[in-house]
């Protein structure tokens, strides 16, 4: 019936769905204790106020409507820290009792897919050492510590690629945020066997909006293919009229999942003995279908796709390999490889199967319809709150 829960990242997509997905069990008595959010100190903006704008939207699911927030929020408590903070166990110490049990969910991180120096400082400043200062300062409470990871940090591999890669690491990354990631899943094993601390890894593939719960499509983050879709219709926006070649392998795919699946494949993953999880679907899709369906969404339409990168590059196409083309094009053109989802498919055989070509278009629109545009979903979360108070 106890159980408290510390949530890294739930101002982000995947952190704020664990706590959407964890909140029914508290306001209907199944369970009892604290959800406890660590929330980076932002400038203009109030931890609490943001939160209960997540809680009371347009894009709330539909399970949480129906309930108060005051009644939610009496279930939550907003710690403003971030997890490189120096004395952040001192602030988890205000906050959270002594020896208590904690279930850790950290979600929080750089999803930065470029590459450099820049990028490389800047994953290993929030990802790496940000996880190493905040496992230091969990010390004194007996934790379940689950790393939200990514099924990137298996770096570059063909054919069928199984939970448990953790110890056979690739030496071919595509970019730093990769490497960070299987950098950090290392460290947290070891320093959990040291520590005994128990240690889960999550590794979600690319994540998207909603598919299962309503109101479908909402994401709160345009990042990953959503970048690249945004790219495109920047180029409509604009009315070059130029067209494009687009590199891909032909015969190699790309793996999507929607985000309230990943968060429900968490909670479930959390209630086992399993160290290693694989969040992804059971077939990938091919890098044409779902570009083609992205292109279309966005109305971009003079395009081909060819299987080497164009020698003498046009207008759009220098633009294009020069920006986004040099982020994506290593996922787009990689090797051909699946995913056992033997383990994923028992943890979640309840939930029906999800059409993801079917749905890109949708996850798209979405986008479009909010200019590609974070603060538009942001200014939403703001009225909501301020209509709560009659402001």
Not at 125 to 144: E, K, V, W
Not at 283 to 299: M, N
Not at 338 to 367: G, H, K, V
């Amino acid at each position: 019936m106890e159980q408290n829960i510390l949530i890294t990242g739930s101002t982000g997509l995947i952190g704020q769905h664990i706590l959407y997905e964890q909140l029914p069990e508290y306001i209907r008595g199944h369970k009892q204790g604290k959800i406890y959010l660590l929330i980076r100190r932002q400038e203009g903006r109030d931890g609490a106020a943001f939160i209960r704008g997540l809680l009371q939207n347009a894009w709330t699911p539909d399970f949480l409507q129906q309930g108060s927030v005051n009644h939610a929020m009496d279930y939550i408590q907003i710690i403003e820290g971030d997890i490189r903070d120096r004395d952040l166990a001192k602030i988890l110490k205000k906050h959270i009792p002594d020896r208590v049990r904690l279930q850790v969910f950290h979600s929080a991180g750089s999803v930065n897919l470029h590459v450099g120096q820049a990028a490389e400082q800047d994953v290993f400043h929030h990802n790496f050492l940000g996880t190493q200062s905040f496992l230091h300062a969990l010390q004194s409470y007996d934790c379940r510590f689950m790393f939200i990871s990514t099924i990137f940090s298996s770096g570059i591999r063909t054919g069928l690629i199984n939970d448990h890669f953790l110890h056979s690491s690739s030496d071919v990354y595509r970019n730093p945020y990769e490497q960070s990631k299987a950098a950090i899943e290392t460290m947290i094993q070891e320093y959990g066997a040291k520590k005994q601390m128990t240690i889960q890894i999550a590794r979600p593939s690319v994540v998207v909006g909603r598919l299962l719960t309503a109101p479908l499509y909402y994401t709160s983050k345009f990042d990953v293919i959503y970048g690249w879709g945004r790219f495109f219709w920047m180029m409509k926006e604009k009315n070059t009229g130029d067209g494009i070649r687009i590199h891909i392998n032909p015969n190699s795919g790309m793996n999507i999942v929607p985000v309230d699946y990943v968060a429900k494949a968490c909670l479930r993953l959390s209630h086992t003995n399993r160290s290693q999880l694989n969040i992804v679907q059971t077939k990938s899709i091919h890098h044409a279908e779902y570009l083609s369906r992205i292109l279309d969404a966005v109305g971009f339409t003079n395009y081909a796709f060819v299987d080497k990168k164009p020698i003498n590059l046009k207008g759009l196409e220098k633009i294009y390999y020069r920006s986004v083309g040099s982020i994506f094009s290593p996922y787009l053109t990689g090797p051909c490889y699946e995913y056992d989802t033997s383990a994923l498919n028992q943890i979640m055989a309840d939930i029906p199967s999800i059409d993801i070509p079917a749905s890109i278009e949708a996850l798209i629109q979405f986008a479009v319809e909010h200019r590609f545009e974070e603060q538009q979903i942001h200014a939403a979360w703001s009225r909501a709150q301020a209509a709560c108070h009659g402001t």
